[in-house]
């Protein structure tokens, strides 16, 4: 084993044990966790200003934010609720301070500039008693922080071991929350299972919220179980992709499962086809061996919940009848900003808009669980312009260098993220930015790699 790779284990086992920890104090003693989140925020902030952001220190600040955002939400550490998203664009920021941005990221200036209108379009159309910077700071900053990312990553070179760093960042507040939860409801055995939502799997928070964020920590993980060779680590990766992928399953949220097992199929699609011929044999192993976690997971999950995970994935209730509405009331919701974007194709109703929209239209006050339906039904014409740049500027970057074999797991992510859950969380839109970078693995290839234009 290279010495590089010894660090790196070594470094991988003692973030595992200090968030194993981290997760368990929380538990403890619940009125640490502000204090917690501002001494991690203050030393990222430190280490980035310290070293200039030469190591890309600004984007694993933003990964391990993205990754905690969920769990500091759910044990009020922080602020105010969109504290993340905030910390996220700022820490980015910092960051294009010190490296700039590539002259190719006029697109996402474009996008950038595209949300703005809908903000004035609100500022006419938001009734007289709603509160204007709440509404409109909670469905902005998400499009805001994905716009910031963007212009961090795009085109941006990374080394592997850099990116692998911030790929840690992401995982291990995840660590800590599942930890956390553990303690919090250590069994299904005592308590009420909610078929819409499990509250009690999640300590009375969101379940969509921590089934995404579980869900791609169990996409992580299984992604080392590919990148990375070694046994021992292998094991402790194998043990925590069992645990964890079982606190997703019992939230009874299916969004984030079902997205976590898109996005590894992303992966082995890319990741198989990049294989030499020596590991073929070794990946197709390793495939089969996930199935038999996956299923070994359902099974303890289905034991656990008395079968009723399994009704819940097949769209049944308690007493195993089915359910008319598979999307659990979303697709109303969607078709009422489109019938909005009908109605208002040039302007559209207005930035944090829709929420009143639907109370006005369909008696219910609820905000929206679709960004895409969103961008067109708040921003009219100009929502679709920032949609095409979303999805077409990436496709466009990975025809051209294809070096990044997450591309599509990331941007699948992204994408299902937000037609499930929107961008609640910062999490879709920090991951999106991350399918822009260009890998660089100088261990494989120091000198002969296709030349970045725009640096």
């Known amino acids: 084993m290279l010495r590089g790779d010894k660090i790196n284990n070594q470094f991988y086992i003692k973030m595992l044990l200090i968030h194993f920890g981290y997760g368990f104090l929380i538990y403890l003693l619940p009125s640490l966790s502000k204090l917690i989140l501002l001494g991690i925020m203050a030393s990222f902030l430190f280490v980035i ?101 963007a212009l961090y990553c795009y085109y941006k070179k990374i080394k592997k071991e850099d990116f692998q760093r911030v790929l840690l960042m992401l995982l291990m507040p995840l660590v800590a929350q599942m930890t956390y939860l553990y303690f919090y409801t250590p069994s299904m055995d005592s308590v009420r299972i909610s078929l819409s939502g499990n509250y009690a799997a999640t300590a009375g928070f969101g379940p969509n919220q921590i089934s995404t964020v579980f869900g791609l920590g169990c996409f992580l993980i299984c992604t080392r179980l590919f990148t990375i ?87 049944r209730d308690a007493a195993g009848k089915l359910k008319e509405d598979i999307s659990t009331g979303r697709v109303e919701l969607i078709e009422t900003e489109l019938t909005a974007f009908y109605k208002n194709p040039i302007t559209g109703i207005g930035v944090g808009k829709g929420r009143e929209y639907r109370e006005e239209n369909m008696g219910i006050e609820i905000n929206t669980h679709n960004e895409i339906s969103r961008l067109l039904s708040e ?21 051209k260098f294809q070096n990044n074999f997450y591309f599509l797991a990331f941007v699948a992510f992204w994408f299902m993220t937000i037609n499930h859950s929107a961008m609640r969380i910062a999490l879709p839109a920090f991951i999106y930015g991350l399918a822009l970078l260009y890998i660089v693995d100088e261990k494989k290839n120091p000198v002969h790699r296709k030349r970045l234009a725009g640096r």
């Open 229 to 315: 060779r070694h046994k021992l680590i292998n094991l402790v990766d194998i043990i925590l992709l069992i645990l964890m992928g079982y606190r997703a399953v019992i939230t009874f949220s299916r969004g984030g499962v079902l997205t976590a097992i898109i996005c590894v199929i992303s992966f082995l699609i890319f990741f198989y086809y990049k294989q030499d011929a020596k590991r073929i044999e070794g990946t197709n192993l390793r495939i089969i061996g996930m199935a038999v976690i996956f299923a070994l997971v359902w099974f303890i999950s289905s034991l656990e919940t008395g079968g009723l995970i399994g009704n819940r994935y097949t769209n």
């Open 49 to 149: 200003l310290d070293r200039k952001n030469k190591g890309n220190e600004a984007l694993m600040a933003a990964a391990y934010i993205a990754g905690g955002e969920v769990f500091f939400r759910q044990t009020s550490a922080v602020i105010f609720y969109e504290t993340g998203k905030y910390a996220v664009i700022l820490f980015l920021l910092i960051g294009l301070f010190f490296k700039g941005a590539s002259s190719k990221t006029v697109p996402y200036w474009i996008y950038l500039l595209i949300l703005f209108p809908g903000v004035v379009v609100a500022s006419m159309t938001l009734s007289y008693d709603a509160d204007f910077r709440k509404l409109v700071a909670f469905n902005i900053t998400g499009p805001v922080c994905l716009g910031i990312s």
């Open 379 to 399: 921003h009219g014409i100009l929502g679709v312009f920032a949609l095409a740049i979303l999805i077409f500027v990436p496709v466009v970057f990975w025809f």
